[in-house]
C-alpha cells in the first residue's frame, strides 16, 4: 500500500513539474524574447531594378581634415515605384543624403555622399549600404582615396564660401531659396501635353530627371538631400522651347 501511495505521489509531482515547465512566465511579454537586430528594414513593396551611372569614386588625394562630396546619380529602370528605405555610411565619416520619395520608372534621381577626411591617414576606402525595394535588396555606393597628413605648421583656417546666386536672366522656382522641395508650376495651356524636366548643378552634375506622359499642374521635387548651393531645372514641354528656371538649396 504504501508503495503504491509513493508512487502516485511520485506521478502527481512529475504532472506539476511538466505543467509548470510547459507554462510561460506572464510577466515576460513577447517584446522582451526578440533579439534586436540593426539591420534595416527591408521594403516588402514589388521588385525593381536601379541602376548607378558611377556606383565608385576615387576622390584623389586629400589633406587630413578635407570634406569630399559626391553626387551619385542613378536611374529606376524596372517597372514599379523605387523606394530607398535606408543608407548608411561604414563608418561616422562617410554620412549619405538619399531621396525619401519613391521613385517613378524611368526617373532618375541622385544620393550625396560626403566623407570627412578629419583624423584619417593613408588609403581610405568607405562604403555606403543603400536598402531598397530591389533584387538583392542592398547594394553598395564607395568612396576612396588616399589621405596625408597634414603639413607641421598649418592650421585650419575656416573659408567663407560665397553665397549661391541665380542668374538675372533664369526664372526663379518657388519657394527659392528651399531646404525642402521645388514646385515647378506650369500654365493650363500646358496640361496634357508631355514634358522632361532635368535638374542639374551649376558645373553640369545631373541631379533629377523625370519624363512625364501629360502635365497635370505643379510638379514637385525633393532636393533636400542636394548640397547646398544652386542648381538649374530644364523644362522641356512638347516640342516648345525649352524653359530654363532657378533655384538654391539652403540646410
Known amino acids: 500500500m504504501q508503495t503504491k501511495l509513493a508512487v502516485l505521489l511520485i506521478a502527481v509531482l512529475s504532472f506539476f513539474t511538466i505543467n509548470v515547465i510547459a507554462q510561460p512566465d506572464k510577466n515576460i511579454e513577447f517584446a522582451d524574447l526578440v533579439i534586436e537586430d540593426d539591420a534595416p528594414e527591408i521594403p516588402t513593396l514589388p521588385i525593381t531594378i536601379i541602376e548607378f551611372a558611377e556606383p565608385s569614386y576615387d576622390f584623389g588625394t586629400i589633406e587630413s581634415g578635407d570634406i569630399v562630396s559626391k553626387v551619385f546619380t542613378f536611374t529606376n529602370t524596372g517597372d514599379e515605384f523605387l523606394v530607398l528605405s535606408n543608407a548608411k555610411g561604414s563608418c561616422g565619416c562617410t554620412v549619405p543624403q538619399w531621396p525619401k520619395d519613391p521613385i517613378a520608372p524611368g526617373e532618375t534621381a541622385s544620393i550625396t555622399v560626403e566623407f570627412d577626411s578629419k583624423n584619417k591617414k593613408g588609403l581610405q576606402s568607405k562604403r555606403v549600404t543603400i536598402t531598397a525595394n530591389t533584387d538583392p535588396a542592398q547594394f553598395f555606393l564607395t568612396v576612396k582615396g588616399e589621405v596625408l597628413a597634414k603639413e607641421e605648421g598649418t592650421t585650419d583656417v575656416a573659408v567663407e564660401e560665397p ?71 530644364t523644362l522641356q514641354i512638347g516640342d516648345r522651347k525649352p524653359e530654363v528656371r532657378c533655384f538654391v538649396v539652403v540646410d
Open 163 to 233: 553665397a549661391a546666386e541665380i542668374s538675372p536672366d533664369c526664372f526663379a522656382i518657388y519657394p527659392n531659396p528651399t531646404a525642402e522641395i521645388v514646385k515647378l508650376e506650369v500654365e493650363k495651356t500646358s496640361f496634357g501635353l508631355p514634358a522632361t524636366i532635368s535638374i542639374h548643378s551649376k558645373t553640369g552634375q545631373l541631379m533629377a530627371k523625370r519624363e512625364i506622359e501629360a502635365l497635370e499642374g505643379i510638379v514637385e521635387f525633393s532636393v533636400g538631400h542636394y548640397p547646398s548651393d544652386a542648381y538649374v531645372a
